[in-house]
């Protein structure tokens, strides 16, 4: 099969992705084989690709936006048939007896595996996933509509539950990538007033389009103070900006899997009870309902495609924000 393959992390601009022709995976024990058909571009990717994150295999496929069909089963799987049509999101295992898992925090597990960064992800032509953690797809969605709600959607619909935003009147969303193009529909949906916060005239275009109240840079005033607020961008000298226009007992979500530093503040920004929180990955229960209110929304998905061997300029254009919504590989099908 085709994939591209990670060996050595480097600047994208140094196309560190090699494509190559590598063995098709067999599904082991309780595990479906897919057959990718399209595989959203994260900024994790870009952070695993780069030196961000360490790496935890070596070599490895990218890639955690996976849309594609069962085309195999391994011994004992028996929750999907070869045809069905199924997605693939960041967790990619974690064991039963995780204490986090039993109190539904498996998104916590010590022992937890992620797509494209300890299993071969979905940068490829096929992959393999245990059963238990891929998803059906609604038909609403296309396969190319359908690869960012997988983390993007996911995270970010995790991010606005950690934020209490379906109680909120005012929200602010801080960076307007693919997961806050995402999270507006659903918080517009749920009826609150949305504040977009981000340099670039594109994506300040993007977000009065899809309902956003008021846009502006994070370090303008908005005028009103925010019940809520999810920083979307890994970019820790947002945090202060964020509080000081955050109303007292208000929520901010940092929701990137990796920040720069945090610069020293002054104790007054955290006072009168804001609470600043993390969003660690997703659970299988926030993709199912995500997944659901996704549907009933219908939240629209605005993707570039890129084709397979385009992965390195599809993350290249991602880290410089030069995609409003969100960058797709589109490796067969539609």
């Known amino acids: 099969m085709r994939a591209m393959i990670l060996s050595k992390q480097a600047p994208i601009e140094c196309r560190p992705l090699e494509p190559k022709e590598v063995a098709d995976p067999e599904p082991r024990e309780q595990q479906v084989r897919i057959r990718v058909a399209a595989c959203g571009v994260c900024h994790t990717d870009l952070h695993i690709v ?3 994150l360490e790496l935890h295999k070596q070599p490895i496929i990218p890639g955690h936006e996976v849309i594609g069909v069962v085309d195999k089963l391994g011994p004992g799987a028996s929750r999907f048939q070869p045809g069905d049509r199924v997605g693939v999101a960041w967790l990619y295992w974690t064991p039963p007896e995780c204490k986090y898992r039993q109190r ?11 797509t494209g960064w300890d299993a071969d992800g979905g940068f490829a032509e096929m992959m393999v996933v245990p059963e238990d953690f891929a998803y059906p797809i609604p038909d609403c969605f296309s396969d190319v509509e359908a690869a960012p709600l997988m983390c993007a959607g996911v995270v970010g619909f995790r991010a606005l539950r950690l934020g209490e935003v379906e109680q909120a009147e005012r929200v602010g969303l801080y960076g307007f990538g693919a997961s806050a193009h995402l999270a507006i529909q659903v918080a517009c949906y749920w009826g609150c007033k949305v504040y977009v916060f981000t340099r670039s005239e594109e994506h300040q275009r993007h977000a ?7 846009v502006g840079e994070a370090q303008d005033d908005p005028g009103v103070k925010l019940d809520s607020a999810i920083i979307y961008a890994p970019a820790g000298w947002i945090v202060p900006e964020a509080l000081r226009v955050l109303d007292k007992g208000g929520i901010l979500v940092l929701a990137g899997i990796y920040m720069s530093p945090i610069p020293q503040m002054d104790y007054h920004l955290l006072w009168e009870e804001r609470i600043v929180r993390s969003v660690a990955n997703a659970t299988r229960q926030d993709a199912e309902d995500f997944l659901r209110i996704a549907a009933a929304v219908p939240v629209r998905t605005d993707v570039i ?14 880290k410089h924000s ?7 590989l589109q490796v067969s099908g539609e």
């Open 104 to 114: 539904g925090l498996e998104n916590l597990c010590d022992e937890a595996k992620f």
């Open 305 to 318: 495609t890129f084709a397979l061997e385009e992965a390195n300029e599809a993350l290249r254009q991602v």
């Open 208 to 214: 009065r389009e899809l309902g956003a109240a008021w």
């Open 322 to 328: 030069e995609i409003s919504g969100a960058a797709v």
């Open 50 to 52: 780069e030196g961000d």
